[in-house]
């Protein structure tokens, strides 16, 4: 069971740049997330798809666009890396709201 | 008041000592309630969840008190292994903010031989 895939698991950007982080699962989830996270502040919500064709912003939306492309899969793009961008990005998804959640591996950006 | 609440450590803890840890939270519509752990530089995975009536695995034993709206979590004979951060996570059965699903900053777990 792959569960929750994100790519690319590493990734370096000049400021300015854009780029597009992939999420899929193969769980069947209806919820999928997208978090940051950064040294002491825990995981912040950017954006969630509560199911295919809604999105929500969360907690720490601006400088990001989401695309919930179907079911499995939920894009994070960011359209103009700043370095306040550098980070951990976790993408999770769930099947219902009493029910846990799954994580990617992470993605690992640093943008200079 | 945070929706939830962890301090954040680091407890140093001998190895075999038995180490426990709270998570308070405000919203007292929550329903479900879990404990993931997280390896550093790694993504959180599921500990256990949380029932009612409390739960039990292994040398982990979770439980809730919903009259002062915490959990708890009881790790006994402590290992090297189990040095991680400890997120809390609860989410109310339906509606509330970002799906519902808040997270705690978690608890920072240092097991020491």
């Known amino acids: 069971n792959a569960g929750v895939t994100q790519t690319p698991k590493f990734q370096v950007l000049k400021t300015g740049q854009s780029m597009t982080l992939q999420c899929a699962q193969d769980?069947?989830?209806?919820?999928m997330y997208w978090y940051r996270q950064d040294p002491g502040m825990g995981l912040r919500l950017i954006y969630y798809s509560a199911s295919e064709g809604t999105t929500d912003k969360g907690e720490v939306p601006n400088g990001y666009n989401v695309s919930r492309l179907n079911k499995r899969e939920f894009s994070l793009r960011l359209e103009s890396a700043a370095p306040s961008q550098t980070s951990v990005y976790f993408c999770?998804?769930?099947?219902?709201?009493?029910?846990?959640?799954?994580f990617g591996q992470g993605t690992r950006l640093t943008v200079v | 008041r945070k929706e939830v609440e962890q301090d954040p450590g680091p407890f140093n803890v001998p190895e075999g000592a038995t180490v426990a840890f709270n998570c308070t939270y405000s919203n007292s519509a929550s329903q479900s309630f879990f404990w993931y752990r997280q390896d550093c530089r790694k993504e959180p995975k599921l500990l256990m969840s949380?029932?009612?009536s409390g739960n039990e695995d292994g040398r982990f034993t979770a439980q809730l008190n919903r009259a002062s709206q915490y959990i708890s979590l009881l790790i006994r004979d402590s290992k090297l292994s189990d040095s991680a951060t400890y997120l809390c996570v609860v989410t109310p059965y339906s509606g509330g903010g970002a799906d519902g699903l808040t997270f705690g900053k978690g608890t920072h777990l240092i097991i020491q031989p």
């Open positions: 949380v029932y009612s």
């Open positions: 999770a998804s769930r099947h219902h709201l009493d029910t846990e959640a799954f």
């Open positions: 769980m069947n989830h209806n919820s």
